[in-house]
């Protein structure tokens, strides 16, 4: 993403969905060319971080850009110092999380008629992330 208008910035949240905790929480955006590509909305409480509202155009899925955005976000959390990072996938999500190093917890729940599981990576003070 050579030109000036592409990367990835922190800012306000937009949109319809509004989450508990907003006003609070950090909000990025990748951008192309200009354009709003993927978003994903990350809430600190004390040494943890949760992301939420990860999402990408969908016309534009499938090319990289939440992966790029993701992996911002890990080093993000390495940089703040948390401990852990996580967040609710849709289970047929798991795969591209692992892929990207989280790891699935025993956490499993239903919600509007949608399942999730708690997916998580753990970083150690000394050496970085793990994996
Ligand atoms: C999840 C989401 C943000 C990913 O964004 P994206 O920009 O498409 O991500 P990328 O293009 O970087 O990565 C897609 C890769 O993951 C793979 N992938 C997608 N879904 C997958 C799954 N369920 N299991 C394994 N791999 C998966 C794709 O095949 C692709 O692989 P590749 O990079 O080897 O080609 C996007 O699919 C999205 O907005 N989905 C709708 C909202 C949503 O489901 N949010 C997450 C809720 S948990």
């Given at each position: 993403m050579a030109?000036?208008?592409?990367g990835i910035v922190a800012g306000e949240t937009h949109g319809l969905y509004k989450a508990d905790g907003d006003?609070?929480?950090?909000?990025?955006?990748?951008?192309?060319?200009?354009?709003?590509?993927?978003?994903?909305?990350?809430?600190?409480?004390q040494d943890e971080m949760q992301f939420r509202k990860f999402a990408t155009l969908i016309d534009r899925q499938n090319q990289?850009?939440?992966t790029c955005l993701l992996n911002y976000i890990i080093d993000e959390a390495r940089r703040?110092?948390?401990?852990?990072?996580?967040c609710s996938a849709?289970?047929?999500?798991c795969g591209f999380y692992e892929k990207l190093g989280l790891a699935?917890?025993?956490?499993?729940?239903?919600?509007?008629?949608?399942?999730?599981?708690t997916m998580e990576m753990r970083?150690?003070?000394d050496f970085g992330s793990n994996p």
């Open positions: 030109d000036k208008t592409s006003d609070k929480a950090l909000h990025f955006g990748l951008y192309v060319k200009g354009q709003l590509t993927s978003v994903i909305s990350c809430f600190e409480d990289g850009f939440g703040r110092g948390v401990k852990r990072l996580w849709r289970s047929d999500k699935t917890t025993g956490n499993r729940f239903v919600r509007d008629r949608m399942e999730y599981v970083f150690s003070r």
